[in-house]
C-alpha cells in the first residue's frame, strides 16, 4: 500500500512494529462497554506515535528502493512496509471496538479514517502478511526496472518508448514498442493474481467484503453510491469525449489510411502518441484545424531557451511563490531526483514525496525537456504544497480531502500555463489572438478529455477484479472490454492468452487507486474556474490564469489546509461554493471547441 508513497501516504503508509502485542495499546483487557470517550482519544494518541515513529523510517526505505531499484534495497522496503501495514491493520481492527462508544464527530472522524486507510490491508497470519509486502515491493520493482529488448544489444526503457511513441508517426515503430513494453507485465499476473486473494482476506479480516469495498469506501458516502457518482459525472462528459474521439478517429484515418484506422471501429491503441493511449497531446499535429493556428510549443520553447530539468522546476516553483506559497526548501533541491540516475535502476514513474510529515518534500522524476513534462512537473509540486499546507493536523488527516484533489492541484495550476502566462515569464514573445483558440483548446482536450475515460475504466477494471467478480483467465479479456467501451480505443493486434496489460501500466503493480485521475480531471476545471473568479480574471476561462493572484493562492490554500479533515464536500465548498463534483466547469472552459468539434464531425459518421 505503501506504493501510494509517491506521496500521499508517505507518513500514513503502514506496518506492525514486531514488539507490538495485541495488547499494546491496553484496548484488549477492557470490555467495549467500559470504553470511554477518553480511551479512543488516548488510543488515537498512541495510534498517531506509533505509525509516525514507524512510518520515518518505511518511508525513507521506500525512497531509497524508488531511486536504486536493487535487491537490497527491495528486502528492507518489503520488510518495513509489512510492518507499517501490519501495525494499522491491528489499530484498524482495534478501532472498531469503539463503534458502540460515544465519542465527538472528530474522534468518530479519525476511526473511520483509521478503519478504511489501508489501501491493501493483511491478514493476520504472519506468513500472508510477509508474502503480501514482498509481493508489493516485487511487481513494483518489476515495473520500474523492466525494458523490452529488441535484440540481445539493443534494450529500452519505458521513458525512451514513451518519448519515441510521442514523436513518432511510423505504426510499425510504435506496433513494436506497444507489444514489447507489454512483455514486462507477463510474469506479474501470476503474483498480481496471488496479491488480490491475500489483499481479499485481509480485507474481510477488516469487516469489508473485499478490497474492491475497501477502495469504495472512501469517499464520505456509502461504497456502493460512490460508482454512480463517477457515472454521473461521467454522463456529463461523454458527449463531448464521442465528439473528440470521431475527430481524431477521421483523421488519423486520413493519415496513416482507412486498413490502419478503419471508420467504424475503436481506434487502434498504439497510434495516439502515448504508451496507454490515456492522453493524445501528442497527435495535435495530425488532427489540427486546416486553417493554421499559432498554438505555443513549449517544447520547443523550453529548448530555445535553454532550460535543463532543474530550471523548469524551479520555473513551476515560481508560479506557487506568485501565489503566495513558500518557496521549496534547500533539501527539497538537494534530497529530489529529476532526472534518471546513471548505473542503477530507478523508478521512472513521477511522484512527489514528504519524507518526515514536516518539510522534507522531494520529487522523483526522469524529467523529459517537453511541455508535457512541464505540466507534469507543476502536477508533481501540487502535491508537495497540499503536503506542506496539511502536515500540522493530526496524522489521520494528512492526505486530500478525497483522493482526487490530491492529483487535482497541480494540473490546476497547470491550467494556468496560458499563452499570456508563457508570454509573461518569456517563454514565447508574442500572445496569439482569439483567432487561434480553437488550436489551442483542441491541444488541451487531446490531452485531458481523452484521458477522461481512461481515468473512469481503470478502476472499473479493478473493482471487478478486487471483488472477484471476474477469474484470472477473463482479467485480460475485461481489460480489453472496457478499453473498447469507455474509449473506443482497441489493441492493435490479438492478445495472446498470458498477456497481462493492465500490469504494463504503473498503477496496477503498484496498486495506487486510479479513481483519483479521473475526479482530478473533473475537479481541476471547477477549482480554475473558481480561483479565475476570486481573481478577478475577466477572461474566458481557457484564457484565464491565476498567476500572481494571491487571492487566488490564499483561497487555494485555505482549503488545501483542511487536509482530510471534514468530508471532501467541504473542502469543495470552502473553495468552489457548492458541495458537488460537476462537469459544467469543463463545459464552459471547452465550449468553443464543441462547436467546432460538431461542425468538423457534420458528415462523419460517430460511434464504435
Ligand atoms: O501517475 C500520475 C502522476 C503521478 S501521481 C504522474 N498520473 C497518472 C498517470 O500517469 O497515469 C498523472 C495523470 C494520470
Ligand atoms: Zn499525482
Known amino acids: 500500500m ?17 514488539s507490538c502485542s495485541p495488547g499494546d495499546s491496553g484496548l484488549a483487557d477492557k470490555q467495549a462497554a467500559i470504553l470511554t470517550a477518553q480511551d479512543a482519544k488516548s488510543f488515537l494518541q498512541k495510534v498517531e506515535a ?3 515513529k514507524l512510518g520515518k523510517p518505511a518511508s525513507h526505505a521506500s525512497w531509497a528502493y524508488a531511486t536504486n531499484i536493487n535487491y537490497d534495497n527491495a528486502q528492507v522496503d518489503a520488510y518495513l512496509s509489512e510492518q507499517l501495514s501490519v501495525m494499522w491493520a491491528k489499530y484498524a481492527v482495534e478501532a472498531a471496538k469503539f463503534n458502540k462508544v460515544s465519542v465527538d464527530d472528530d474522534t468518530r472522524r479519525q476511526l473511520e479514517l483509521l478503519k478504511s486507510g489501508l489501501e491493501v490491508a493483511p491478514p ?7 508474502r503480501l509486502a514482498t509481493i508489493g515491493s516485487d511487481l513494483a520493482g518489476m515495473y520500474g526496472a523492466g525494458k523490452y529488448c529488441r535484440n540481445e544489444n539493443e534494450c529500452f526503457s519505458l521513458t525512451e518508448m514513451s518519448a519515441e511513441m510521442a514523436v513518432s508517426r511510423d ?3 510504435m506496433l513494436e514498442f506497444w507489444k514489447g513494453w507489454r512483455e514486462v507485465s507477463v510474469p506479474m499476473k501470476e503474483m498480481f493474481v496471488e496479491q488480490v486473494s491475500i489483499a481479499n482476506e485481509g480485507a474481510v479480516e477488516l469487516g469489508y467484503a473485499n478490497t474492491s469495498e475497501l477502495w469504495r469506501t472512501k469517499y464520505d458516502m456509502p461504497a456502493d453510491e460512490f460508482p454512480k457518482e463517477l457515472d454521473r459525472l461521467w454522463g456529463q462528459v461523454q458527449p463531448f469525449y464521442e465528439s473528440l474521439h470521431c475527430h481524431v478517429r477521421a483523421e488519423l484515418s486520413e493519415h496513416y489510411g482507412e486498413d490502419v484506422v478503419p471508420l467504424d471501429k475503436p481506434i487502434p491503441a498504439h497510434l495516439l502518441g502515448n504508451m496507454w493511449a490515456q492522453s493524445w497531446g501528442n497527435v495535435y499535429d495530425l488532427v489540427k484545424p486546416e486553417q493554421e493556428m499559432n498554438v505555443p510549443d513549449v517544447t520547443l520553447a523550453l529548448a530555445e531557451q535553454n532550460f535543463d530539468e532543474i530550471r523548469m522546476v524551479k520555473q513551476a516553483e515560481s508560479f506557487f511563490s506568485s501565489l503566495g506559497f513558500a ?7 538537494e534530497r529530489s531526483m529529476f532526472q534518471k540516475p546513471q548505473g542503477r535502476e530507478a523508478q521512472c514513474h513521477a511522484s512527489a514525496w514528504n519524507l518526515d510529515e514536516k518539510d522534507d518534500l522531494r520529487i522523483k522524476m526522469c524529467i523529459q525537456k517537453t511541455g508535457e513534462e512541464f505540466n507534469v512537473i507543476h502536477h508533481e509540486l501540487g502535491h508537495n504544497y497540499y503536503q506542506r499546507a496539511y502536515k500540522d493536523l493530526p496524522l489521520l488527516y494528512r492526505g486530500s480531502a478525497n483522493s482526487g484533489f490530491h492529483e487535482a492541484i497541480g494540473d490546476t495550476i497547470a491550467l494556468s500555463i496560458t499563452p499570456t502566462y508563457l508570454q509573461q515569464i518569456g517563454l514565447i514573445d508574442e500572445i496569439p ?3 487561434n483558440d480553437i488550436g489551442m483548446l483542441l491541444k488541451v482536450a487531446l490531452d485531458k478529455i481523452a484521458f477522461i475515460p481512461f481515468g473512469l475504466m481503470v478502476d472499473q477494471w479493478r473493482w471487478q477484479v478486487l471483488a472477484g467478480e471476474i477469474t484470472p483467465e477473463k ?3 475485461l481489460w480489453w472490454d472496457l478499453r473498447k467501451k469507455y474509449q473506443g480505443v482497441a489493441s492493435p493486434i490479438e492478445r495472446s492468452t498470458n498477456a497481462f496489460d493492465p500490469g504494463a501500466k504503473y498503477h496496477v503493480p503498484a496498486n495506487v487507486s486510479y479513481t483519483r485521475y479521473f475526479l482530478a480531471h473533473i475537479l481541476q476545471f471547477q477549482f480554475h474556474q473558481a ?3 476570486i481573481a478577478g480574471s475577466e477572461e474566458a476561462l481557457h484564457r484565464c490564469s491565476i498567476f500572481g493572484s494571491k487571492e487566488a493562492g490564499t483561497a487555494l490554500n485555505d482549503m488545501l489546509e483542511m487536509g482530510k479533515s471534514r468530508p471532501w464536500q467541504e473542502a469543495m465548498t470552502t473553495l468552489t461554493g457548492s458541495p458537488d463534483m460537476d462537469a459544467s466547469a469543463i463545459e464552459a472552459y471547452f465550449a468553443p471547441l464543441k462547436v467546432w468539434l460538431d461542425k468538423q464531425n457534420e458528415s462523419r459518421q460517430c460511434g464504435w
Not at 501510494?4 to 503502514?14: D, E, N
Not at 493476520?124 to 510477509?130: F, H, I, N, R, S
Open 475 to 477: 482479467y485480460n479479456q
Open 327 to 333: 518557496e521549496l526548501p534547500d533539501t527539497f533541491w
Open 531 to 533: 480561483l479565475c473568479d
Open 171 to 173: 505504426p510499425e515503430t
Open 50 to 52: 506509533d505509525i509516525e
Open 433 to 435: 489572438d482569439e483567432s
Open 124 to 130: 493476520a497470519d504472519p506468513a500472508k502478511a510477509e
Open 2 to 18: 505503501n506504493r501510494i508513497k509517491h506521496s500521499i501516504l508517505v507518513a500514513v503508509a503502514i506496518g506492525l512494529c514486531a
